[in-house]
């Protein structure tokens, strides 16, 4: 999911962050994970593994998996997003990173295993319309309507569970890159004229889109 630079909601200008969940009281711009990985080229749309559901992770603690886990994160920093799952760098497991504002300027930051969101409640939760992007739709941003509260249940890398809250921006992403999992990108809840007009605005823009992200990736020395 791509960064929104907009904000709809004052900001709350405090250092905030939550890491899996939990308050810290303080985190680095680049995450640990991100310092460690390597950059993986990201899928784009049209191509089979982003259409089709992810398989379960049946394997906790592995230096695999870590490693996926650091080299995700290195890649969404690099792609300027919000949130990326497995699959979007050719890994056909469900699993999602994320490094993501809320509406309140609280930074979210972590990983989540065989994620399933909670059925929304409709008397607590409002549908909203708002922009969204995604890394494997580079350079396009339409409406799509999510609800504004999501609560995400899964598990971390060592398979410890975990719940996982969001609100405004944040929950988009949890629900973004949820979809991403079951083989669905925001393109599916679009319609057919949206559609197009989001695969025309990645036309114009993917090689600039590319570009930038290859400039940012040597500026790592990555």
């Known amino acids: ?16 962050v939550r890491v899996q969940g939990r308050p810290v009281n303080s985190y680095p711009a680049l ?9 993986r080229r990201i899928t784009v749309v049209g191509e089979e593994i982003l259409s089709r559901p992810c398989r379960e992770v049946t394997e906790f603690g592995t230096p695999q998996l870590s490693a996926l886990i650091d ?9 300027e997003g919000a949130g990326l799952a497995a699959n979007q760098v050719g890994a056909d497991l469900r699993l999602f990173v994320y490094d993501c504002p809320d509406d309140d300027g609280i ?7 065989n994620p399933v969101l909670d059925p929304p409640d409709p008397g607590s939760r409002r549908l909203i319309d708002d922009a969204e992007g995604c890394l494997s739709v580079p350079g396009a941003a339409m409406a799509v309507p999510r609800t ?9 890398k060592d398979g410890n569970p975990l719940v996982i809250e969001g609100t405004g921006y944040f929950a988009r992403c949890l629900q973004h890159e949820t979809d991403h999992l079951v083989g669905h990108t925001y393109l599916d809840r679009l319609s057919k004229r949206d559609r197009k007009d ?5 036309e114009d823009r993917r090689e600039d889109v590319f570009a930038q992200r290859a400039i940012r990736a040597a500026r790592l020395g990555r």
């Not at 995450?31 to 950059?39: Q, W």
């Open 71 to 79: 080299d995700m994160f290195l890649t969404m920093h690099v792609a």
């Open 107 to 113: 930074r979210h930051v972590g990983h989540i295993i």
């Open 148 to 156: 504004d509260r999501a609560v995400a249940r899964g598990f971390d």
């Open 31 to 39: 995450s640990p994970e991100a310092e460690r990985g390597s950059v």
């Open 1 to 16: 999911m791509s960064v929104r630079h907009d904000q709809s909601r004052p900001v709350d200008r405090r250092v905030r």
């Open 198 to 202: 989001a695969l025309r605005q990645m």
